[in-house]
């Protein structure tokens, strides 16, 4: 504890506090454990959240590690607003859709399914008009894999790419588009328009003052409603198998 005033009691200490360069990272923190908790109160506990700010390392350092901790629950929102982009996230998409192959029959213990590290139940994405970029590639692909809606707002519409800037002598550079997204079907796509929501849900700024969202609030809403018609289909442990002569030939039995 600091105190405004010394104390002679012989007990004070001389600290350095070295304050640091932004504190964007900590409200960014805050943001989202707002967000984790409100989605957490709203659905008495069933419903999970991740938030992805871009597609580059940062983004996958925060999906991976809130998706470490939210895999378990029945349903999961994975917000993407205001995602800045950066690689193509087809990683992340392949973790979202990563599908059960098998369970495993434990002693003394619960079953258990593999892949351990992913997620069964409804998902859905939440999107706005500031991600773009790898932000439109991300609901793309989310869409494409056919893993849950898409909510929210229509996203910004830039997947023409540079690779590489010249330096100039004064300093500066020279950029020119070098890449560009087509689709499937070999028609040009997203670029100037953006990827849009499956069910569209504004902002209300008169609501957001307050402290409420109503696009997280909609997206809860949604796996909600999908949960009731849901299962999760978990086969019975069989029998216990007769392993004798387990390696051995049949004519050798």
Known sequence: MLNQAPLKDGNERRLVVVPIDSEGALRYRDWVEARAKRVDELSGGRVGY???PDTATEGRRELFS?????????AL???ERWNSGGWFPNPFVELLGRKRTNFWASRGNEDWITPEFAHHGPKCLLINGPSGSGGDMFPYLFRQAGLGKLIGRRTWGGL???RGEPPLVDGTSVSVPSFGFYELDGTWGVEG???PPDIEVIDDPALMV??????LEAAVR??????ESFEFLRPRRPTGP????SGVTPQDR
């Open 222 to 227: 949604h796996l909600l409603g999908e949960l």
């Open 210 to 215: 307050h402290g409420e969202d109503p696009q």
């Open 193 to 195: 328009y953006g990827v």
């Open 160 to 162: 023409v790419g540079i």
């Open 77 to 79: 929102v994975i917000d």
């Open 66 to 74: 809130q998706f470490a901790s939210m895999h378990h629950k029945d």
């Open 242 to 245: 007769d392993r004798r002569g």
């Open 50 to 52: 991740v938030h992805v």
